[in-house]
């Protein structure tokens, strides 16, 4: 059977195939630690199934439209406001079934064959896929951990030519954790200042989950904004991952394409979601808070346990619920019958012996590194590193 060349043009995300292969052992008896967690391990804040509950009980039950029901529009606006002072109206705001989708959206939209997106490594594995999808070319910065994986102005205006149509980030970063200060997206912000035709997507999921302080966006330079993409959604924030809901906030134009695209894909997200995703928008963020607090204390643990693993070479996340250890340390060594010779072989490594699951930094764009969630139970998360720093122990 001959099946279409776009499934050529882009590989299976690596998050996905690390807990599919978790599932799969975990079927066979294996007790399997998943370290490679993309979502929080909290339930849904109650007032936010309350608001589902009353809209399922009050018949919301029928199509939405494309670019979300108009209080949910008129929510986002106001989220937009509280938490981060930047100004939209409901027409510069289309909502969509996950940011993933909102991220597609925005790619196909702006992204024509050949067209360059400048991508800081590391960076979510969906982001080159995307570009792929749309027959662009990925421009990959790399970033270290001696420069906390952050791209620097000098790095960007390199980066940057003709062909140069978006640049693409996230803050705070899955997976490295980075997050830009007010002062970093200002010397970014100086170099796209000299380049204006480019877009800037700015991937804020992790907005909430912060460490180091206040959450800072680039949109709030009003000279760019309407060169600004942003996108979000309600999965990390409000452990809303199965309910399905991401926005993002544009210029009139950018949003009107997306949402023509949208319309031949999945039209509007689910009715109930988007009367949940009210509540959530425009109600007490205290259970967010407190979600935050508990990852910041098993961000600590982690870390300590993470440093105390031989050869690692770590950057403390200020953000999102991972770390992204360097393991070069590793590469080479064997424990008889297995060798590590890279990253990928490392997590496989770990899950068939240690049976705990993480990713391989390949998918993030920086080969040397390996993705650990903390997305995960105290008790679980003490107990995997204790599987993995004993599995270590047995290469040479």
């Known amino acids: ?24 052992l975990r079927a066979k008896g294996i007790d399997v630690i998943d370290l490679s967690l993309g979502e929080p391990d909290f339930d849904t804040p109650q007032h936010i199934k309350d608001a589902a509950i009353r809209a399922i009980n009050d018949n919301w039950s029928h199509y939405t439209p494309v670019a979300g029901f108009m209080d949910l529009r008129e929510a986002v606006c106001f989220k937009l406001k509280r938490d981060n002072g930047l100004d939209y109206k409901p027409e510069n705001i289309l909502t969509s079934t996950g940011a993933k989708q909102s991220l597609a959206n925005a790619i196909l939209a702006l992204v024509d064959e050949d067209d360059e997106v400048i991508i800081p490594t590391p960076y979510w594995v969906t982001y080159s896929e995307l570009v792929k999808i749309a027959r662009g070319k990925v421009v990959e910065i790399r970033t270290t951990v001696e420069n906390s994986f952050k791209t620097t102005p000098e790095q960007l205006e390199a980066a940057i030519t003709p062909r140069t149509r978006v640049f693409m980030f996230s803050s705070p970063c899955n997976p490295s954790g980075a997050v830009y200060s007010k002062e970093e997206l200002a010397g970014l912000a100086e170099v796209f200042r000299k380049h204006p035709g480019i877009i800037i997507l700015a991937d804020e999921i992790y907005e909430y989950i912060n460490f180091v302080g206040k959450h800072e966006s680039i949109a709030q330079f009003a000279d760019l904004k309407d060169r600004v993409v942003l996108i979000n959604g309600l999965s990390k924030g409000f452990a809303m991952t199965g309910w399905r809901l991401g926005y ?39 259970p967010s808070l407190e979600m935050t607090a508990e990852f910041k204390r098993r961000r600590e643990k982690t870390l300590a346990l993470v440093n105390a693993i031989p050869g690692f070479k770590c950057f403390a996340p200020e953000g999102a619920f991972y770390v992204f250890p360097d393991v070069r340390y590793y590469f080479g060594k064997s424990n008889g019958t297995e ?8 997590s496989m490594y770990l899950l068939n012996t240690a049976h705990v699951s993480s990713v391989m930094g390949d998918a993030f764009g920086e080969p040397n590194c390996v993705r650990f969630s903390f997305a995960n139970s105290m008790t679980n998360i003490e107990r995997a590193w204790v599987r993995i720093a004993d599995a270590l122990a047995k290469l040479r």
């Open 1 to 24: 059977m001959q099946l279409s060349s776009l499934l050529d043009r882009f590989n299976e995300p690596e998050t996905l195939k690390m807990a599919k292969m978790g599932r799969e």
């Open 248 to 286: 993002i906030a544009a210029n009139t134009t950018i949003t009107k394409a997306c949402e023509k695209i949208q319309g031949q894909f999945t039209s509007g997200a689910n009715s109930i979601t988007q009367k949940a995703a009210v509540a959530a928008l425009t109600g007490d963020l205290k």
């Open 339 to 346: 060798t590590i010779h890279n990253a990928a072989d490392f």
